[in-house]
């Protein structure tokens, strides 16, 4: 497997520290010291490698580390704060993923046998990397070399990166996500409701009703699914939302707290206090002089590429 990770941080060297696209569809990367305020956030449905250094994913109460041994899949929409490391020998933290298509999921499991599998019942996981998930990557990422073979090759080596965590421990995941009848699924129904409103009052009822559900077992289910209350699910929405607003727009705390649904700023930054460790004012002048400096390499990064120069 060692070699399949060479050359696959060799075809993906050029990833920055930020979302960078390769242009196969839902296909990413990312290298580098990741900006703080964009590790907290609520991540889409994806299949997560690391290639080089680790990484570790807070949800609610639990904490998830993995590296190049392993890979980590959401199958629903999660708030999450994470935290990126080096590799040993200092080189840095380079990842790739893959954002879910449930359409594309579903007409797979279509074309798949029914499997017995133990239910666990939560969104999120991780699992052993496998040298045929690697080999399924790497010819993934060979496209970013032959781009106009992507759009004949990139849906067969989609299918085949979610053939092979479907056939892993957790494939169940995958298959209950793509499926409408499952306590996953049904959760997941008020998910999309709670980002759509977040900044709404939160009604246990309607999304319990949306979901299936007598309101215990709504409760009972959302919990296992996302490591969070609905109440605690909201907050953090909002929260992220929140500092978004903060540090893209400069709005002010009153106005961003008040944008994303609270009516006390006084509530809104002790919570805010509660999730990033300072109070919202603090926190952008902690973060602010670190997004300027990122902003000026990345404009003089892209002013010596356009003119053939490197650094």
């Given at each position: 497997m060692q070699t399949q990770l060479d050359e696959m941080r060799a075809l993906t060297a050029a990833a920055r520290n930020q979302r960078t696209e390769t242009g196969i569809p839902r296909i990413a990367m990312v290298q580098g010291e990741i900006p703080e305020h964009k590790l907290a956030a609520v991540y889409d449905p994806m299949i997560n490698l690391i290639l080089q250094g680790s990484k570790s994913l807070t949800i609610g109460s639990h904490t998830l580390h993995y590296d190049p041994a392993t890979y980590f899949v959401m199958s629903i929409d999660l708030p999450a704060v994470g935290k990126v490391r080096p590799a040993a020998d200092g080189a840095p933290y380079l990842a790739v993923s893959l954002t879910l298509d449930l359409t594309l999921l579903g007409s797979l499991l279509a074309d798949l046998p029914i499997r017995d599998e133990q239910h666990k019942e939560t969104g999120f996981s991780v699992a052993a990397v496998t040298p045929e998930l690697l080999d399924a990557w790497l010819r993934m990422l060979r496209l970013m070399n032959r781009p106009s073979d992507i759009a004949a090759l990139a849906p067969a080596y989609e299918r085949e990166i979610l053939y092979r965590v479907l056939q892993g421990p957790n494939g169940w995941m995958l298959r209950d996500i793509?499926?409408?009848?499952?306590?996953?699924?049904?959760?997941?129904?008020?998910?999309?409701?709670?980002r759509r409103h977040f900044a709404e009052p939160l009604r246990t009822e309607l999304l319990a009703e949306k979901a299936t559900m007598s309101v215990s077992a709504f409760h009972r289910h959302f919990k296992a699914v996302?490591?969070?209350?609905?109440?605690?699910?909201?907050?953090?929405?909002?929260?992220?939302?929140a500092r978004t607003l903060l540090f893209s727009t400069g709005r002010s705390v009153t106005a961003a707290a008040l944008d994303v649904g609270y009516e006390s700023p006084t509530q809104f930054s002790r919570e805010y206090a509660r999730a990033f460790g300072l109070p919202p004012t603090k926190d952008v002048d902690r973060i602010a002089p670190r997004m300027t400096r990122e902003r000026t390499?990345?404009?003089?990064?892209?002013?010596?590429?356009s003119s053939g120069r490197t650094l």
């Open positions: 793509a499926s409408p009848d499952t306590a996953l699924a049904r959760v997941n129904l008020a998910i999309q409701w709670i996302t490591a969070l209350s609905p109440l605690q699910f909201q907050k953090q929405v909002r929260l992220m939302h390499r990345t404009k003089i990064t892209n002013q010596n590429e």
